[in-house]
């Protein structure tokens, strides 16, 4: 198995909703990402866990709370978001963690994303 | 700031000829970059990657090149083919697993 899966494939959500966004590797890998992508923009990095803990968190609004359940899983959960936080939500795993590697162990897979739209 | 930067963002190339990609960074720092090639509502997907100890990288139709002193690579995709037709990221990170992805440029291979 060498992708990464995200479900669901979309989401449409009110502002006073609770959702959770999934995403899953078997290729254990040691590092997982949230990325989020606007329109016509770069993904921006919103999460990293490394070996199942959280290693980064680029200032991101807490209704957006991650959580990695095992080295295999993570989750995105929402809560009260905004119409503005809709956007395409990229997972993403790569084999090495940190600081510790570098180059090609740090190569990202990708998953499909969930577009995620906040009425 | 933005330390990844393409600052073209589309380019449309006829189908055969060579399309060349330009990246250009700030960071003096980085030290391995990728390029990732997405398609419309899927995620990217991994494309090639250079290390700072290389100046160029192939594998088939696609070369990465790197200049150092300039801080700029590209990516020469020949020959250039309908189906490589997408939005191209270059991606570069210091030693460790943040990457800083660029803007974009959209290929479009005319057929």
């Known amino acids: 198995d060498t992708e990464v899966t995200q479900t669901p494939k979309h989401l449409v959500m009110g502002m006073t909703n609770k959702k959770s966004l999934k995403c899953e590797q078997h290729?254990?890998?040691?590092?997982m990402y949230w990325y989020k992508q606007k329109a016509k923009k770069p993904p921006e990095l919103m999460f990293v866990?490394?070996?199942?803990?959280?290693?980064i968190n680029e200032s991101v609004p807490s209704r957006f709370s991650p959580e990695c359940p095992n080295s295999s899983l993570l989750n995105l959960h929402l809560h009260a978001l905004q119409p503005e936080d809709s956007a395409l939500y990229l997972c993403?795993?790569?084999?090495?963690?940190?600081?510790?590697?570098?180059?090609?162990?740090?190569?990202?897979?990708f998953g499909p994303g969930t577009r995620l739209t906040v009425l | 700031d933005q330390q990844v930067k393409q600052n073209s963002p589309s380019l449309s190339v006829q189908e055969g000829r060579i399309s060349i990609l330009n990246c250009d960074y700030t960071?003096?720092?980085?030290?391995?970059f990728l390029w990732y090639k997405k398609y419309p509502a899927e995620g990217p997907t991994f494309l090639i990657s250079?290390?700072?100890?290389?100046d160029k990288n192939e594998d088939g139709r696609f070369t990465v090149f790197l200049n150092k002193s300039a801080k700029h690579l590209s990516l020469h995709i020949v020959p250039s083919q309908p189906g490589d037709s997408a939005v191209y990221f270059c991606?570069?990170?210091?030693?460790?697993?943040?990457?800083?992805f660029g803007t974009g440029t959209s290929l479009t291979v005319i057929p």
């Open positions: 993403a795993s790569s084999p090495g963690a940190g600081l510790e590697t570098s180059g090609s162990y740090n190569e990202q897979f």
């Open positions: 290729m254990g890998h040691r590092a």
């Open positions: 866990y490394s070996y199942e803990k959280l290693s």
């Open positions: 960071n003096s720092m980085f030290d391995y």
């Open positions: 250079i290390s700072s100890i290389k």
């Open positions: 991606a570069a990170s210091a030693f460790g697993n943040q990457f800083y």
